[in-house]
């Protein structure tokens, strides 16, 4: 049971652009909703993270949105960047759990 | 600052043969530790975590284990390795209870011929 999904395994954007990733998740209980950034050959890199008490966090070029009601978050990027090629993975746990459950990826490609 | 330190970066090892990974994290203390592989093309998979010395749960049943000696090492092992333990293997820490956040190492490639 895939509890965390990305629908998406790739996406293209024009540097310069904004990237849009999508996460949708199924479990109710989770409470705590997290970004990550990974190269080849690279663990993941955290990036941002957002709590279910909130509906927008913001760090520089990175914005993770949460829509409570449909179960799911986006990551936004703007402006793209070359160096934002990577695979982005979302991932949610809830109090308590000492676990993340990880989405499958998304691979973004920024072309410049 | 933390640390998390991940050897051999690479390994290559044939079928039937023992298998031994170490993560060290330095620079915190009483750390959740974990273990995933991510397999080609594939997302991360939890294997084990540990909440403590001595203390393992495993995710998924195969024929890898498990240890974690002292508080910052935490060590993944098999006796004999299969085609299917190929993959990418990644250590990861975290404060535990206080955040959610998991910092993880560069990784050990390992492919099994």
């Known amino acids: 049971d895939q509890q965390v999904k990305q629908n998406s395994p790739s996406l293209s954007v024009q540097e310069g652009r904004i990237s849009i990733l999508n996460c949708d998740y199924t479990?109710?209980?989770?409470?705590?909703f997290l970004w990550y950034k990974k190269y080849p050959a690279e663990g993941p890199t955290f990036l941002i993270s957002?709590?279910?008490?909130?509906d927008k966090n913001e760090d520089g070029r990175f914005t993770v949105f949460l829509n409570k009601s449909a179960k799911h978050l986006s990551l936004h990027i703007v402006p793209s960047q070359p160096g934002d090629s990577a695979v982005y993975f979302c991932?949610?746990?809830?109090?308590?759990?000492?676990?993340?459950?990880f989405g499958t990826g998304t691979r973004l490609t920024i072309i410049p | 600052s933390q640390t998390i330190h991940q050897w051999p970066a690479t390994l290559v090892q044939p079928v039937g043969s023992p298998l031994s990974l170490e993560c060290t994290v330095e620079?915190?203390?009483?750390?959740?530790l974990y273990w995933y592989r991510q397999a080609a093309g594939r997302g991360l998979q939890l294997l084990f975590y540990?909440?403590?010395?001595?203390?393992i749960s495993s995710e998924v049943p195969q024929n890898l284990s498990a240890s974690r000696p002292q508080d910052r090492q935490f060590i993944l092992s098999s006796k004999k390795l299969l085609l299917s333990d190929s993959g990418f293997y990644l250590c990861?820490?975290?404060?535990?209870?206080?955040?959610?956040?998991?910092?993880f190492g560069p990784g050990t490639r390992l492919t099994v011929t």
């Open positions: 990861a820490w975290s404060g535990g209870t206080v955040t959610y956040e998991q910092y």
């Open positions: 479990n109710s209980m989770f409470d705590y």
């Open positions: 957002i709590s279910s008490i909130k």
């Open positions: 991932a949610a746990s809830h109090f308590g759990n000492e676990k993340l459950t």
């Open positions: 620079g915190t203390s009483n750390p959740n």
């Open positions: 540990s909440v403590g010395i001595g203390q």
